[in-house]
C-alpha cells in the first residue's frame, strides 16, 4: 500500500466539488497530520468541509505530529498544516503528499517527496474513468481555487486527445 499523506488544500477543494470520495479509489488510505484537520474544522473554513473533518470517513488515518519534528528552519515560510505534512511524510517515509501550495511543493520536492496537487489528482481520476474532468474543473472554477488557465486548458486538451485515441 502506497503510504500518502495530505495537506489542507486537496482535501479542501475535492469536498467542494463533492469529489472527496476518488481519494479512496485511488490510494486506500490516507495519512493526515492534527493540523491539518484543525484547519479544515476551522470556523473560517467552508461548511461542507467542516461538517466533512469533523466526521471523517474511515480511509482517512488521522496522526499526531510533533511540534519539534514539524520545526525544521527551511520550512518556517509555510503554514501549520504544511510543516506536519512533511514532517509527518517524512516521519512515515511517505510515497507521497497531496498539497497545492506552491512554497510547500517547492520544499517537498527538495526533500525528495512525489507531490500532486487538486489538479493532479482531478486529472489522475479522470484518467482511471472515476470523474468527468470537465465538469470537476466547471466546479473547481465556482470556488476559491487559485490557477492558471492554461493549465486547466492543457489538462483538458489532454484528457480528450487520450478519450478520442481510445
Known amino acids: 500500500m502506497r503510504l500518502v499523506v495530505a495537506d489542507t488544500g486537496p482535501l479542501n477543494y475535492l469536498v467542494l466539488i463533492g469529489a472527496i470520495d476518488i481519494l479512496p479509489r485511488l490510494f486506500e488510505k490516507i495519512l493526515v497530520p492534527d493540523p491539518v484537520c484543525a484547519e479544515l474544522r476551522h470556523p473560517a473554513a467552508p461548511a461542507a468541509v467542516r461538517a466533512w473533518a ?15 519534528a514539524a520545526n525544521d528552519p527551511s520550512w518556517r515560510t509555510l503554514d501549520d498544516g504544511e510543516r506536519a505534512a512533511l514532517a509527518l ?4 517515509r511517505a510515497d507521497l503528499i497531496l498539497m497545492d501550495d506552491r512554497a510547500g511543493v517547492a520544499i517537498a520536492h527538495e526533500q525528495g517527496f512525489a507531490v500532486t496537487g487538486t489538479l493532479g489528482l482531478l486529472d489522475l481520476a479522470a484518467r ?7 465538469d470537476a474543473f466547471t466546479r473547481l472554477k465556482a470556488t476559491n481555487f487559485r490557477y492558471r488557465p492554461e493549465i486547466l486548458d492543457t489538462l483538458l486538451a489532454n484528457h480528450r486527445s487520450r478519450s478520442s485515441d481510445t
Open 54 to 68: 469533523i466526521a471523517p470517513p474511515a480511509w482517512i488515518d488521522i496522526r499526531s505530529v510533533s511540534a519539534t
Open 89 to 92: 511524510a517524512r516521519g512515515t
Open 128 to 134: 482511471r474513468g472515476l470523474i468527468d474532468l470537465a
